[in-house]
């Protein structure tokens, strides 16, 4: 151990070289991240080393690794052993490693703490643990309303959801294919006056874009969806996610689909927005004034900060479970949808439900709202995101108060399945 330290103390070292030197130095001298060095006269001769491998996130990953990464592969070491000599040699990106170890954990934790039922239903909100192209009207009663994001455009994300996971496919027209079926349901469900709403992103390849949403939109045409509208979500600060030899793409499409030319549509949507706050976790803020989405949205162009999960994230560990869902769109963007192409008391939907911000959209804006997702962990995680108008029932005024103050023709509204609601 002392001649780890005298031979290493004057090298560049690797990943796994970084971590046993940190074991020697916390078992010796109790040096670790944060730690004081002055206490000792003798840990002091390393404070140089102490912060150049015992602090900040590069040792943190490093030791979440170490930690599980053997429960993470079942127990395999010689597994283990080939991701270290990876991460030595530079094949792998240790963020890359720690993420893919903490996703594999989380789901062994999650298949152990959540229940094989997670499907909610309430007078407001209801929550179905289905896959999307299995849905009939029978699942979803009248839906004047669909938005969604379909499985982050082949390939860019992994959702735990099999092998055959859609958004995994290694080629592009089998991806197109497998979104046909979703597609083709949602167009089956849709009232004839009702629109649908699809964000939806690029993807680099083999040195190119794969131009996924212009293709997407030639899909849908053979299905019948008429292409009303096109926008773009431009998110600010968006990290590169991609070599520097192009622009970082800091932008995603979001179409705007119909079934007939009678579509409801509200021109005068930003003049009629209710003075209400709106209730959000995202790390820039937790409630916005409605009102402030008419300065977000100019001409087809829907302007956001980047989206977050972190601070669900943390209510979810909190809570005991995981959430493995990175990929989530802005309140924002569902919030213009809602407001532009429904009415109050209409029942919104996102068939690929992810954690819930379209819920979180529609409740807050009086309107019924039913998510789909095939992944019960994210069902769980929807839940954590509404459980503030799931667990009051005195949120469901905020419907009254819509009646109220809209003068809401309810006349075209579906019949009360409740007496409260009948009230």
Not at 72 to 88: H, I, M, P, Q
Not at 291 to 296: E, G, H, I, N, Y
Not at 383 to 388: H, T
Request: hydrophobic share 35%; proline share 3%.
């Amino acid at each position: 151990e002392f001649l780890v330290i005298s031979h290493n103390i004057k090298r560049n070292l690797a990943q796994s070289e970084q971590l046993q030197m940190r074991k020697v130095l916390r078992k010796h001298y109790g040096i670790s991240q944060g730690g004081r060095t002055d206490l000792d006269p003798a840990a002091q001769q390393y404070k140089a080393l102490n912060k150049q491998i015992c602090s900040g996130t590069y040792a943190a990953k490093q030791d979440f690794i170490d930690k599980h990464a053997l429960a993470a592969y079942n127990g395999n070491a010689e597994k283990v052993s080939r991701l270290w000599a990876k991460l030595d040699s530079g094949k792998v990106k240790l963020n890359n490693v720690y993420n893919d170890i903490k996703t594999k954990i989380g789901k062994k934790i999650n298949e152990a703490v959540i229940p094989d039922v997670v499907d909610l239903e309430t007078k407001a909100i209801t929550l179905i643990n289905k896959d999307s192209k299995l849905l009939t009207r029978i699942d979803t009663g009248k839906v004047n309303l669909i938005i969604c994001s379909p499985a982050y455009a082949f390939g860019m994300y992994e959702y735990g959801n099999g092998k055959e996971e859609f958004g995994q496919e290694l080629d592009i027209s089998l991806y197109l294919t497998n979104a046909r079926d979703f597609f083709t349901v949602c167009y089956s469900i849709l009232e004839e006056d009702g629109s649908l709403f699809v964000v939806i992103s690029d993807c680099v390849r083999e040195g190119e874009y794969k131009i996924v949403p212009e293709q997407f939109l030639f899909m849908m045409q053979t299905i019948g969806w008429k292409i009303n509208d096109k926008l773009i979500w431009n998110k600010i600060s968006t990290q590169p996610t991609s070599k520097l030899n192009r622009t970082v793409c800091g932008h995603e499409q979001m179409y705007h689909f119909v079934k007939s030319e009678n579509f409801y549509y509200n021109q005068d949507w930003a003049d009629e927005i209710p003075d209400i706050q709106i209730k959000t976790i995202d790390d820039s803020s937790t409630e916005f004034p409605l009102r402030s989405l008419a300065d977000k949205v100019k001409n087809s162009i829907i302007t956001t900060e980047k989206s977050s999960t972190r601070a669900i994230k943390k209510m979810c560990e909190v809570r005991g479970f995981h959430c493995g869902n990175s990929a989530t769109f802005r309140i924002e963007v569902p919030l213009f949808a809602i407001l532009a192409a429904s009415r109050p008391l209409d029942r919104v939907m996102d068939i690929f439900s992810g954690t819930g911000v379209t819920g979180a959209a529609s409740f807050q804006t009086s309107r019924y709202y039913t998510g789909v997702d095939l992944n019960k962990s994210f069902i769980e995680v929807s839940k954590v995101r509404l459980e503030g108008f799931l667990n009051n029932p005195d949120d469901f005024k905020i419907f009254l108060r819509a009646i109220k103050n809209n003068n809401v023709d309810v006349t075209h509204f579906a019949s009360p399945t409740t007496e409260t609601e009948a009230a």
